[in-house]
């Protein structure tokens, strides 16, 4: 009440955003820049979320893929963000004085390495089996376990990175911007891994642009394997919660760059942004988008300047 706003009862329709948690709301190129962006504020929050599985049971194939990267990238930025005592900036001088995302601390870890198990246990298992009530009610839950990570840790560069990919697709359509995926638009492989300028419908991209959680999970690959030398340890924590396995530290990036890759590839999720018709000289363009999402950029456990970017941007054009 304090902010002069109404309560907020949430009651979500995907397992992905985790909103129903969080603080924070998204616009789409609020100022003519062609990008997505977003804010945090106390009074955000929802004062109730219901959360029911049965509300996911209908949500196409291609929407519980996009949803679910979502989640995943959810948990893994939040675990791997700078951690809460080494954010840039000085202290708050009072608890109310803190930013929406504080960094890492011991109460978001929790909530995102169980998040990245049920990943691991049921993301795949929900999309091939759209009947399994168990994995649906699994990803209801981790949708809303990485809400409560994420909404306190923050996020860093997959996302400040996705904002300008949805919001180019979406704003500033260029002619050889390409996206389909299964239940939005009718497409076989063959049609995603054709060239731009086919004369395939399917080729057209869809109204609403790329969706979210799929420009996330074209940027991680390349954006876990630079960043783990930054924090090698939790990189390489995040990667057991999501193999099952223990992974060496000096291998982490290298293994979580390899398992987002072959989720991709299982999930039909385009291998890089030249599969969506992103061609080399848009990198400038793209990194000029992000550089100024410094709400989640910001959190990344190591510098992220235009140069950086423009090495995850290209990297991320093909793997």
């Known amino acids: 009440e304090k902010c002069g706003m109404p309560s907020v009862l949430a009651v979500p329709t995907t397992s992905g955003t985790g909103s129903e948690t969080t603080g924070t709301a998204v616009f789409v190129d609020v100022e003519g820049v062609g990008a997505k962006t977003g804010i945090s504020a106390r009074g955000l929050r929802p004062r109730l979320g219901i959360v029911d599985p049965e509300n996911m049971g209908s949500a196409p194939r291609g929407v519980k893929i996009a949803a679910g990267w979502d989640v995943l990238c959810h948990a ?7 951690e809460f005592d080494r954010r840039p900036g000085p202290a708050p001088r009072t608890p109310l004085d803190r930013p929406a995302y504080q960094g890492a601390n011991p109460i978001s870890d929790i909530w995102c390495l169980k998040t990245l198990d049920l990943i691991r246990r049921y993301f795949v298992r929900s999309v091939i089996h759209p009947d399994d009530v168990a994995a649906r009610d699994a990803m209801a839950l981790a949708a809303t376990y990485a809400g409560i990570g994420f909404g306190n840790a923050g996020l860093h560069a997959p996302h400040g990175m996705s904002y300008a990919i949805s919001g180019l697709s979406r704003t500033s359509p260029l002619p050889r911007l390409r996206y389909a995926f299964p239940d939005y638009a009718s497409a076989s492989a063959d049609d995603l891994a054709a060239p731009p300028g086919s004369s395939s419908s399917a080729h057209a991209i869809h109204p609403a642009g ?15 394997r630079l960043t783990a030398a930054a924090a090698p340890r939790r990189h390489a924590e995040a990667a057991e919660a999501l193999t099952g396995v223990g992974v060496p530290e000096g291998a982490a990036g290298e293994t979580l760059s390899g398992v987002l890759q072959g989720l991709m590839e299982r999930l039909g999720v385009p291998p890089g942004l030249a599969h969506m018709g992103f061609e080399d000289g848009d990198v400038e363009t793209l990194v000029e988008r992000s550089v100024c999402q410094q709400r989640v950029i910001g959190l990344a ?19």
């Open 301 to 319: 456990p190591m510098p992220l300047v235009g140069d950086t970017l423009g090495l995850m941007f290209q990297e991320a054009m093909r793997y």
């Open 210 to 224: 790329i969706p979210h959680g799929v420009a996330v999970a074209v940027c991680a690959p390349a954006v876990f």
């Open 76 to 82: 893994l930025e939040s675990y791997t963000v700078v």
